[in-house]
């Protein structure tokens, strides 16, 4: 079958929608099947532009068959969400080659929609919405041409933006009252969360320096109470306990029924929403002074999830800033907390046994210690050398330069090779906030390692030698404490603080997206129906507002439409727009006046305008009345309009 | 062929009619749309010389028919009589058989009388005796009435008003047109040395050209619109008919083509409306004249 006229019209049109649904899947579809697709695509454009018939049968079961293989060679599976995405953009480039009845081209724009919600999947961004839309007015002005071939293309485009736009109240009603239920409807793949990042529960030299070097958002924070200092913000993640040497690791720990310590002294609370980071633990503010539903507080004051984050995750918490916990500790956790790999960096424990003999109190050794390390001229640096065997060693006496990790973990060393129980805390610290929303924002770049050590009858005790090196560090953020030259993700850096103050506001709306769009749960329901004064809504009153709601807009609609009949047509809103024009000059038309005579009389009371008003009204009523039909009535009226706007009565 | 052979005939007509264009355009706006006009005013204004005229312009074959109260169809029609050399009877024409008819004074007329005319005007044939005769084509009957108040009429039903389609009022001319009349030489000489401008087939091409004249769905919009305000407004007894909304947009096409556009526009709709649908309403209440019924009516309904 050749393809011509109106059928030539179609393919071009299914082409586009096919284009623009793809385009966005390009970024997690295998790059081969993306240049099927576009080569799929090049091929039915050459097809239409020089009229050859669709390709045999015979081919296009060769074509699929390869596809198929393709998928399932790149998957080793069909089940699944990406080799399920990924057949079906085989299968819509594929049945472009083959669209010969209408129904064919039903069958593409209805594989295009599901593509485009397929999209959510992988992303849920504005960007990502913001595409969807775009495929979805091209589909719908595809599905337009296919059952009318009388509109222009810029005009299948208005109506069908039009259309989206009529189905926008629906879609507020539906999105604002629709019962939302707690867990999606539908189980996701394990796959779906590959590739978060965020602190891991081991950490080695370089691990946070790398985090660092990401700009990703870890968690937002919205103070209720006062917001502590950038000095006061550290966000306690994975606690550290094992050392072999080079790596610290989380250890075992117990669940803690309540929260062990008195809690008193300067108290916040905030909400934290926390980006999806597949790992169970939560960050909260030292000292959390509760636990949020489905969490709890470990021996080692660390907050646990009992699933893993998987979907952006928001909690109510108090801090209690001035909190020390751990003032009777088990011994069997102060024990552990003392363990060294044997045969490790004697010059530390050497420096060790130092310190110790000189201070006998333990607060009086960790500022003795932290003395040691203000001066000894530290460089903080995210880019240190390598270290060999005795880490510890190489770092505190040789290399000198390191990042938080690198003073964190020689801090802990030192101290329990000083008989100090202490522990590496891995978390945050500072974040920044944005003066769009005031809302604060912690990024990866300031993820931190910090020391706790215990002092008998004063508990876990905060050491973080970062700040005694690079103070800036912990008051100002990185970017404040790395030295300049050296890489940071590019906001961060100081010369570029346009970049900074964009970045400002596309978080603030990004935030926006996350907490009332993508965050939309069954207590965000809850609150924003209450705040609308629907009192205790439940799935009922919801279902009923719902109905309700969407009954008026309907009816809103039809008789919006049906005072606009009639009136829509844009060359009689120009012929009226000449009236209103001429109007005050008491030279109003009247409702029965033919456009010639009233030309004429127009003519007569104003002779200075006569010529331009019988031009315009001849071809007013050429267009009007006329017996040719211009091509594009739309730009007719348009000019008409701007030479009625030219003239001055 | 068209616009200058129009405008030439009825600056001919003028010539001789005067002060009457209007009229005259109304009259071959009629003649176009192939439909038939009757005049109705006082006698003396010039109803018949203006049938004159057109006939001689046109080029049409004449005749005229003077209605009186004792008239038979016969006479209008024909007889047929019996032929002695053959045997048998042979039908004789009436006058009728033309090209344009004056029907004079159709009023006065009987009812039975009228009707033989009106159905040769709707049917495009008469018959007599069995047999059918053709009437010749073009075929245009231009009826001339009496005001009814006159004593001694017959006023037409609106059955057969509706048969016209259009009816003008040729009023008296004004004072310079009079003047002029009054010292200018005899009209019927003036008639007699007028040259035709069309031919019979310029006029079947003519009608044909203002029956293609494009209308558009606005301009139908329009004409629904003054049809449905004459049934709905109350402002009449009954309204106008889909025959006399067919024949507004004859009319109204063919007044286009004079005025030399393609296109139909309202104002042609509104210059015809008066003639086309004076005869054919009647006020429901009492009102002013039929003008002014026609105004109210062309006001009263909006552009769409």
Same mark, same amino acid.
């Given at each position: ?23 966005p899947?390009v970024?997690?579809?295998?790059t081969?099947?993306?240049g ?14 020089h009229g050859?018939?669709l ?7 060769v074509?699929?068959g ?10 080793h599976?069909p089940?699944?969400?990406d080799?399920g995405v ?11 080659l ?25 992303n ?10 775009l ?11 296919l ?8 005009e299948?485009?208005r ?7 009529q ?20 189980g996701?793949p394990?796959?779906a ?12 030299p ?23 200092a950038?000095?006061q ?5 994975p ?11 989380v250890a ?16 916040t609370?905030?909400?934290l929403?926390?980006e ?21 507080l470990?021996?080692d ?7 893993p984050?998987?979907?952006r ?17 088990d ?7 003392l ?15 130092s ?34 065997? @005795? ?5 505190l006496?040789d ?6 990790e690198?003073f964190?973990?020689?801090?802990v ?11 590496v805390?891995t978390?945050y610290?500072?974040?920044e906030?944005?003066?769009v ?15 706790e ?8 005790l905060?050491a973080?030698?970062?700040a ?6 912990v008051?100002?953020?990185?970017a ?9 993700p590019?906001?961060?850096r ?10 400002y506001?596309?978080?603030?709306v990004?935030?926006g997206?996350?907490?009332?769009i993508?965050?939309?749960n ?5 609150e924003?129906?209450?705040?609308l004064g629907?009192?205790s ?6 279902t009923i ?7 008026l807009?309907?009816?809103?609609l039809?008789?919006?439409?049906l ?5 829509? @047509? ?17 030279l109003a ?12 009389r127009?003519?007569l009371?104003?002779?200075e305008?006569?010529a331009a ?8 009523c ?7 039909q ?9 000019q008409l309009v701007?030479?009625i ?5 | ?11 001919q007509?003028?010539?001789?009619i ?7 355009r109304?009259?071959?706006?009629c ?12 006698p003396g ?19 005229r028919?003077?209605f ?6 016969a ?9 002695r ?11 009728v058989?033309?090209q ?5 004074e ?9 009707s033989?005319?009106l159905?040769?005007?709707?049917e ?10 053709a009437l010749?084509?073009?075929f245009?009957?231009?009826?001339t ?11 037409l ?5 509706d048969?016209?389609?259009?009816r ?6 004004d004072?310079?047109?009079?003047r ?15 040259e ?10 003519l009608?044909?050209a ?8 606005a301009?139908?919009?329009?004409i629904?619109?003054?049809v ?6 109350g402002l009449?007894?009954?309204?106008l ?6 024949a507004?947009l ?20 509104q ?30 309904v909006a552009?769409?």
């Amino acid at each position: 079958m050749r393809l011509a006229g109106s059928a030539r019209v179609r393919a071009m049109w299914l082409a586009a929608s096919v284009a623009v649904t793809l385009a966005p899947h390009v970024n997690t579809l295998p790059t081969w099947l993306s240049g099927f697709a576009a080569l799929m695509l090049l091929w039915l454009c050459w097809i239409v532009l020089h009229g050859l018939r669709l390709p045999p049968r015979w081919l296009m079961l060769v074509v699929v068959g390869g596809a198929v293989a393709g998928v399932l060679l790149t998957f080793h599976s069909p089940l699944g969400k990406d080799p399920g995405v990924a057949l079906l953009t085989a299968f819509l480039a594929l049945k472009l080659l083959e669209t010969r009845a209408p129904r064919d081209g039903y069958v593409v724009v209805l594989l295009c929609y599901f593509m485009q919600l397929a999209q959510f999947f992988a992303n849920q961004s504005i960007a990502t919405a913001g595409l969807t839309l775009l495929g979805t007015v091209v589909t719908m002005a595809t599905l337009i041409t296919l059952n009318s071939e009388r509109l222009g293309t810029t005009e299948r485009l208005r109506l069908s933006g039009l259309m989206l736009a009529q189905a926008v109240p629906f879609m507020l009603v539906l999105f604002v009252l629709f019962p939302r239920v707690d867990k999606p409807l539908w189980g996701l793949p394990s796959d779906a969360f590959g590739g978060s990042t965020g602190l891991s529960d081991s950490m080695t030299p370089g691990s946070i320096s790398d985090l660092t070097l990401s700009g990703a958002i870890a968690f937002r924070v919205r103070f209720d109470g006062f917001t502590p200092a950038a000095a006061q913000r550290y966000w306690r993640g994975p606690v550290m306990n094992d050392f072999d040497g080079r790596t610290w690791r989380v250890a075992s720990a117990r669940m803690l029924a309540k929260v062990p310590y008195q809690v008193s002294g300067p108290r916040t609370s905030y909400e934290l929403t926390l980006e999806p980071h597949n790992r169970p633990w939560l960050f909260a503010l030292e000292m959390p002074g509760g636990t949020p539903d489905n969490a709890t507080l470990m021996s080692d004051y660390q907050l646990v999830s009992r699933t893993p984050v998987r979907n952006r995750l928001r909690y109510m918490l108090s801090a209690h800033t001035a909190v020390r916990p751990g003032r009777s500790e088990d011994a069997a956790i102060l024990e552990a907390a003392l363990q060294l790999p044997p045969d490790f960096n004697p010059r530390t424990r050497e420096l060790a046994q130092s310190l110790r003999s000189e201070n006998a109190d333990g607060a009086a050794l960790i500022a003795a210690a932290l003395r040691h390390f203000s001066l000894s001229k530290f460089t903080y640096t995210l880019s240190p050398p390598l270290l060999g065997r @005795d880490s510890v060693d190489e770092f505190l006496f040789d290399t000198r330069r390191g990042f938080c990790e690198h003073f964190a973990s020689s801090f802990v060393f030192l101290m329990r090779a000083a008989g100090m129980p202490a522990r590496v805390v891995t978390g945050y610290q500072g974040g920044e906030i944005n003066p769009v929303d005031d809302y604060l924002e912690v990024r990866q770049s300031d993820a931190h390692a910090w020391a706790e050590v215990w002092v008998a009858n004063q508990g876990w005790l905060r050491a973080d030698p970062t700040a005694t090196v690079a103070p800036s560090r912990v008051q100002g953020g990185l970017a404040m404490a790395v030295p300049e030259g050296e890489p940071l993700p590019l906001a961060l850096r100081p010369a570029f603080s346009w970049v900074r103050e964009i970045r400002y506001r596309l978080d603030a709306v990004n935030n926006g997206w996350n907490q009332w769009i993508l965050g939309y749960n069954p207590q965000r329901q809850k609150e924003l129906l209450e705040r609308l004064g629907m009192q205790s809504p439940d799935w009922h009153t919801m279902t009923i507002a719902m109905s309700v709601l969407c009954g008026l807009i309907m009816l809103a609609l039809a008789g919006w439409a049906l005072a606009q009949r009639g009136r829509l @047509d844009p060359l009689q809103r120009a012929w009226e727009r000449l009236s209103q024009k001429l109007a005050p000059a008491g030279l109003a038309r009247k409702a029965w006046e033919g456009p010639l005579d009233y030309a004429e009389r127009v003519g007569l009371a104003r002779p200075e305008l006569a010529a331009a008003v019988r031009e315009i009204a001849r071809d007013y009523c050429g267009l009007r009345y006329g017996a040719g039909q211009p091509a594009a009535p739309d730009k007719a009226a348009r000019q008409l309009v701007s030479r009625i706007n030219r003239l001055h009565p | 062929m068209t616009l200058p052979t129009i405008s030439r005939t009825i600056e001919q007509a003028s010539r001789i009619i005067l002060g009457k264009q209007a009229q005259i355009r109304l009259c071959l706006a009629c003649l176009l749309a192939q439909g038939h006009l009757l005049i109705e005013d006082l006698p003396g204004v010039g109803k018949t010389t203006l049938a004159h005229v057109l006939a001689k312009l046109l080029g049409l074959q004449f005749q005229r028919i003077q209605f009186t109260s004792d008239m038979l169809p016969a006479d209008i029609i024909g007889v047929s009589v019996f032929d002695r050399d053959s045997g048998s009877f042979r039908f004789h024409p009436g006058p009728v058989f033309a090209q344009l008819i004056l029907a004079d004074e159709v009023n006065r007329a009987t009812p039975k009388a009228q009707s033989a005319l009106l159905e040769a005007m709707e049917e495009q044939q008469v018959t007599a005796e069995g047999a059918t005769h053709a009437l010749p084509d073009p075929f245009f009957v231009i009826a001339t009435q009496n005001p009814s108040y006159q004593i001694g009429t017959f006023p037409l039903p609106e059955s057969q008003l509706d048969r016209f389609l259009m009816r003008i009022e040729l009023g008296y001319p004004d004072r310079a047109a009079e003047r002029a009349l009054l010292q200018g030489e005899s009209r019927r000489d003036m008639i007699a040395i007028l040259e035709p401008t069309l031919t019979a087939g310029d006029l079947r091409e003519l009608q044909r050209a203002a029956g293609a004249i494009h209308a558009a769905d606005a301009l139908f919009d329009y004409i629904q619109a003054l049809v449905e305000h004459t049934r709905t407004s109350g402002l009449f007894a009954s309204g106008l008919s889909p025959r006399a909304a067919l024949a507004l947009l004859a009319a109204a096409r063919a007044w286009a083509l004079i005025a030399g556009r393609d296109a139909v526009l309202p104002e042609d709709v509104q210059a015809v409306l008066p003639s086309v649908a004076g005869h054919r309403l009647k006020p429901a209440g009492e009102s002013g004249g039929a003008t002014r019924l026609m105004r109210s009516l062309i006001e009263a309904v909006a552009l769409p």
